[in-house]
């Protein structure tokens, strides 16, 4: 059996998971998600505690008992704290705008990039070159950020487009340095 599935999960007092067939259903102050739990697993409400149990062994089987506990925490603590990702837009003249429920990139094309935003999600615009994402659904939260991303990732040459915060792009030299050495003979 996997050693995290085992685990039983506490519920918190402001959050209220009811089973319905194989779905959970997760209430809590940010908002009510409901989690698919596969056939091969039983999910028992007792305690004020998530139990989880397989109904047989199998490999495939012991994966997703760990897997489901996972997905029904990262549900609990959407929830009661929510997710957010921050993403950050560099270049010249790249920008962004929220306008009503669509986000509006300015990111060197000859038009603008219009993103409706999902059902769930709320993005706020600091600045106009930091986008906060957040939400109750991680995964949702994650898909969202990265859409926005894939508009115009990260080049390596000037390190324009837009990233997430923290992350490092590695830089290239470029074509200056290769020229400059056959020159050089």
Do not use: W
């Not at 489901?68 to 997710?83: A, M, P, Q, S, W």
């Amino acid at each position: 059996m996997s050693r995290l599935g085992k685990r039983p999960l506490p519920i918190p007092e402001k959050v209220k998971v009811e089973k319905k067939d194989h779905i959970l259903r997760i209430t809590g102050p940010l908002g009510t998600l409901n989690q698919n739990i596969p056939l091969c697993i039983n999910a028992k409400i007792e305690n004020n505690q998530v139990v989880f149990e397989m109904t047989e062994f199998s490999p495939e089987n012991n994966m997703m008992h760990g897997l489901t506990r996972g997905l029904v925490k990262n549900c609990i603590e959407g929830v009661v704290n929510g997710f957010k990702k921050e993403l950050e837009i560099s270049g010249l003249g790249y920008k962004a705008a929220l306008e009503g429920n669509k986000l509006n990139l300015q990111l060197g094309f000859s038009h603008p990039v219009v993103f409706p935003v999902p059902e769930g999600i709320k993005i706020t615009v600091e600045k106009a070159t930091r986008i906060t994402i957040s939400g109750a659904d991680k995964t949702l939260v994650g898909k969202t950020a990265a859409h926005i991303r894939s508009f115009r990732p990260p080049e390596p040459y000037k390190a324009t487009g837009i990233k997430y915060v923290g992350e490092h792009i590695i830089r290239k030299a470029g074509k200056a340095a290769a020229a400059g050495a056959m020159g050089a003979k």
